[in-house]
């Protein structure tokens, strides 16, 4: 059985703003380094192998504060934010979102990239990960959106899933066990 805890960077001030980040490369905020420097108390690193990283600043610096040099950091462009494309740093707008997250329309206009492809980025992710650490304790550091689609590729989706129905918030633990 290989474990996995998930966690989504600290907050940056975009988050804050109510700003689509998806892959521009923010800063954590305060807020979200006293946010990362909380969990790092809760994290018992002796039970963890490995920590897999977005390789955006926030994400990075959420693992520097949660592991430091205790543990490898691998860094993987496959679990970087979904691509919010022509929305990035603009107002969160819930009427131009939702159609984002419906499986059947798997709408990529605006060079957002699709819910389908991150589906699949995100199952590829897991099969690496099971092809390649069978049995271990890895620590994920992503981002909402991802983290998202890693959620519902664990659980279980169809066409008709609520995808918005899982938000990840910052600095918190999810943990997930796959065979």
């Known amino acids: 059985m290989t474990k996995l805890y998930v966690v989504r960077h600290g907050q940056t001030d975009w988050n804050v703003q109510k700003l689509l980040q998806g892959a521009t490369d923010i800063e954590l905020n305060e807020e979200g380094i006293k946010q990362a420097e909380e ?30 040099d205790k543990i490898d950091i691998i ?43 991150c589906l699949l980025r995100a199952k590829k992710f897991i099969d690496k990960i099971k092809a390649n650490y069978s049995s271990k304790t890895i620590l994920i550091i992503s981002h909402g959106s991802f983290i998202k689609t890693l959620h519902f590729n664990l659980i279980g989706y169809d066409e008709n899933t609520d995808f918005l129905s899982f938000n990840p918030k910052n600095s918190v633990l999810y943990e997930y066990e796959i065979d």
């Open 75 to 117: 860094y993987d462009d496959m679990i970087v934010e979904r691509g919010f494309g022509d929305y990035e740093g603009k107002p969160i707008n819930f009427d131009l979102i939702v159609p984002q997250w419906d499986y059947k329309l798997n709408d990529s206009s605006h060079n957002i990239e699709s819910i389908q492809d």
């Open 39 to 68: 969990l790092s108390k809760k994290l018992d690193l002796d039970k963890i192998d490995i920590c897999f990283c977005s390789p955006l600043k926030r994400t990075r610096q959420t693992a520097n504060i949660l592991v430091g």
